[in-house]
T-cell receptor, first 114, second 109 residues
Framework: ETGVTQTPRHLVMGMTNKKSLKCEQH?????MYWYKQSAKKPLELMFV???????ENNSVPSRFSPECPNSSHLFLHLHTLQPEDSALYLC?????????????FGPGTRLLVL | GQNIDQPTEMTATEGAIVQINCTYQ??????LFWYQQHAGEAPTFLSY??LDGLEEKGRFSSFLSRSKGYSYLLLKELQMKDSASYLC??????????WGAGTKLIIKP
């Protein structure tokens, strides 16, 4: 248990569906991240929030929409996804203070788009 | 461009020692991380190096040479539970983490 939880753990959706992924961190951190992990590829950073403000959006398609209502919760809203969006979506958090700033990960949501 | 290279897969024997290498070319350097990820689970933090040299943590050690853009993770007295993927990541000058694709380590009895 790393202190970061994600729901659901598994999700199957059609290309016309709308769904949301949820992440919650219990570590008192002030930064949260969404990553995409595809087989045999490096982790791809999607979004970063610092103190609830989005500071990074790495050219992610608009069919992915993040929301960070407070420093403990992070959502990823999904709509009209494509089959190539099937992947493991990981949430992470860290304490921005300079220096080490280790990121702690949730267990991920395994997404399959049909 | 920025790049992290690590072997795709390695095999080792239970009780033995294995060294997983990571080389990097990044715009600046603000630390290097190693994570362990078991199949279907979250990556978990193993080690952090920002200065040259060896950091030891029990059976695991991590080495860094900034001048060579090189790190390795050394695992001693291998156990079956060490079968996992090992991810190398470098923090660049913008404080972004640049990730390698991971090394899948297979431990055989």
């Amino acid at each position: 248990e790393t202190g970061v939880t994600q729901t659901p753990r598994h999700l199957v959706m059609g290309m016309t569906n709308k769904k949301s992924l949820k992440c919650e961190q219990h570590l008192g951190h002030n930064a949260m991240y969404w990553y995409k992990q595809s087989a045999k590829k490096p982790l791809e950073l999607m979004f970063v929030y610092n103190f609830k403000e989005q500071t990074e959006n790495n050219s992610v398609p608009s069919r992915f929409s993040p929301e960070c209502p407070n420093s403990s919760h992070l959502f990823l809203h999904l709509h009209t996804l494509q089959p190539e969006d099937s992947a493991l979506y990981l949430c992470a958090s860290s304490q921005s203070r300079g220096g080490e700033e280790t990121q702690y990960f949730g267990p991920g949501t395994r997404l399959l788009v049909l | 461009g920025q790049n992290i290279d690590q072997p795709t897969e390695m095999t080792a024997t239970e009780g033995a020692i294995v060294q997983i290498n990571c080389t990097y070319q990044t715009s600046g350097f603000n630390g290097l991380f190693w994570y362990q990820q078991h199949a279907g689970e979250a990556p978990t933090f193993l080690s952090y190096n920002v200065l040259d040299g060896l950091e030891e943590k029990g059976r695991f050690s991590s080495f860094l040479s900034r001048s060579k853009g090189y790190s390795y993770l050394l695992l001693k007295e291998l156990q079956m539970k060490d079968s996992a993927s090992y991810l190398c990541a470098v923090r660049d000058s913008n404080y972004q983490l640049i990730w390698g694709a991971g090394t899948k380590l297979i431990i055989k009895p």
